[in-house]
Each structure stands twice: as structure tokens, then as C-alpha cells.
């Protein structure tokens, strides 16, 4: 369930005009942008950008870099782009930044096959090199051997499920996650090959036959890179929607906001289920989400978000 409040019917010429007139003058009116761009969806803001370029010859986006600054321009910045762009820039500010390897496994474990495998398409157009070859150019062992079989996966979208393979494989997941004894190589198998409706039942069957989760105390802190990234991975495919609850609530409990991980998760999932997220949030923390944001963030970019939330001031 989406949070985006948008008008069934607009013009992207009128729109554009008023984004331009926004820009006029000595200071731009960052109010009229959210009013406009906060409001509209995908598609919509496609038109926007290419009625501006016809209209005003100069590109929408490279205005509003020039126009707007912080947390609100970044945001900004990336609901405008289309999702699969928007997830490229995501996934190689991630890789340029050191490696945030969970960002590369939450694309990977969220999306669809064809929304990855667009993903992919959009990294190659913009940066001309592969995702693939950049997360190999930047990890090595195991979690090389995770992130890539992640991120090259094209997983079936069936509902089928295979009891007998369940079985066998949350054994597999029990010796190489848990006991740390089993093959590493097995376990990456697993979670990159399979379907994530068959990768659920193996969870649930883990679940029952040991008593527990298999996330439960996988991480300590002699935990590498690559066992939190098997986590990251088993999280996401899991459970997202409570995987991007707790990223909300690490970015906003944090010493210091994290505003990159907020802005990621309401920017993205805006048009997915962002409100749904909210819900987990409330019934985790007693506290609204949009209370939260209100909260920790303040100036344009907090009325964007808001907006994006489905909630004005």
C-alpha cells in the first residue's frame, strides 16, 4: 500500500512552467517543488521532465541540483529518477562509499527478477561497467561469491513449494549459518537460486524443527562481512517489510540521524508500501512514523517526506 497522494489527471506542461517559475528570482520556492513533485507519481514525473526539457531546453534535474541543497536535494534527487535508475545510483554510491554491502543485498532481495535485471540495465547505461563487475572489483571471498550470485539471480515467481527440499536445505542453512561447520558455497547456493516463496518455507521449516529463527544470534560481534550479509539477505527476502521497519528505526534512533537510510526507504517505497511500513513502525515503537520524521528532521527536506508519507503539515 502506497503513500503518495497523486492527482489522476495533471499536466506536465503546467507543472513545468510552475516548477521554472519556482526557480525564478532570488531564492527558489522549495515549498512549490514539494507541492508539485511530492504529488506526483512515477509516470507523472517522467512527463514533468520531459515537458521541462522541451519547453526550457536545460534538464530538469541538473536544475534542481543547481537549485536546491542537503538532505532535501538528495532526496529530491532520487524520487525524480525512475526506480531502476534510481536503484543504480543507489547501489554504486553504495560501492563507491566502501562497500555498503547491504544496500547491494536489499536491491537484490526486494525487487522482482525483472525490476533487477532492470536495475542492472540502468547501472550499465549510466556508469558503462556492470554491477556485477563493480561489487567483484570490490569484495572477494565469500561475500563476493553472495553479492554476485545476488544480484545475477533471476529467481522463479511461482508459488510451488518443494517440503523435501525445504527440509534438507534449512539443514544446509543450520550447518554453514548457524554452526558455521557446513559449506559456505551450499549456503549461497540457497539463498541465491531459489525462489523466494521456496526460501520462506525453508525459514518456516528451520523455524519448527530448531525452535528458533534462523536470524536469532547469527550476528555477534565476531560476525565478518559476509555473515551480515547473509543476514541482510535472509531478512529481506523473509520479511522486507520488517527488514525497511527496523532501517527506519536504526536511521532515526541514531546518535545523529541517518538521513541517507530514511530518505532510501521512504523514497523508494513511497509507491510500494510504504504505509504498510508506517504500520509495522507504530505497532513496533507506539510512536506514528510521520511523528518520528517530524521530529528528527526539520526545513524542506522534513516536508517532503512528510509529503511523501502522505501527511502535510
Not at 47 to 75: M, P, T
Request: hydrophobic residues 35%.
Amino acid at each position: 500500500m502506497a503513500t503518495l497522494i497523486a492527482p489522476p489527471n495533471h499536466s506536465p506542461q503546467e507543472d513545468a512552467e510552475s516548477l521554472n517559475k519556482a526557480f525564478q528570482g532570488w531564492g527558489t520556492d522549495e515549498r512549490s517543488v514539494i507541492a508539485i513533485l511530492g504529488h506526483r507519481n512515477v509516470h507523472q514525473r517522467q512527463q514533468i521532465r520531459r515537458a521541462y526539457e522541451e519547453i526550457f531546453h536545460e534538464d530538469l534535474v541538473k536544475r534542481l541540483e543547481s537549485e536546491i541543497r542537503g538532505d532535501f536535494e538528495k532526496a529530491v534527487y532520487r524520487w525524480i529518477l525512475e526506480p531502476a535508475d534510481r536503484d543504480a545510483v543507489l547501489a554504486n554510491v553504495a560501492i563507491r562509499n566502501g562497500m555498503n554491502y547491504h544496500i547491494i543485498v536489499e536491491i537484490s532481495c526486494v525487487l522482482s527478477p525483472e525490476e533487477l535485471l532492470a536495475v542492472r540495465r540502468a547501472y550499465l547505461n549510466r556508469y558503462k561497467r556492470s554491477l556485477e563487475e563493480d561489487v567483484a572489483a570490490h569484495t572477494s571471498g565469500h561475500l563476493r561469491q553472495l553479492l554476485l550470485g545476488l544480484v545475477t539471480a533471476y529467481r522463479y515467481t511461482g508459488d510451488e513449494i518443494n517440503a523435501k527440499l525445504a527440509q534438507s536445505e534449512a539443514e544446509i542453512l543450520h550447518e554453514a549459518v548457524k554452526e558455521k561447520k557446513g559449506s559456505q558455497e551450499e549456503a549461497i547456493r540457497v539463498l541465491s537460486t531459489r525462489s523466494k516463496t521456496q526460501l520462506i518455507a525453508t525459514f518456516n521449516r528451520y523455524r519448527e524443527t530448531h525452535g528458533t529463527s534462523i536470524t536469532k544470534k547469527l550476528l555477534d560481534e565476531a560476525s565478518d562481512e559476509f555473515q551480515k550479509a547473509l543476514y541482510t539477505a535472509i531478512r529481506c527476502i523473509n520479511d522486507h517489510v520488517k527488514y525497511y521497519e527496523k532501517v527506519v528505526r536504526n536511521a532515526i534512533k541514531k546518535v545523529g540521524t541517518d538521513e541517507d537510510a530514511l530518505t532510501r526507504v521512504v523514497v523508494s517505497r513511497a509507491e510500494k508500501d510504504l504505509k504498510i511500513i508506517s504500520e509495522v513502525y507504530y505497532k513496533r515503537n507506539s510512536v506514528l512514523l510521520e511523528h518520528a520524521v517530524a521530529k528528527e528532521t526539520s526545513g524542506d527536506y522534513k516536508h517532503f517526506l512528510l509529503t511523501l508519507l502522505g501527511k502535510q503539515e
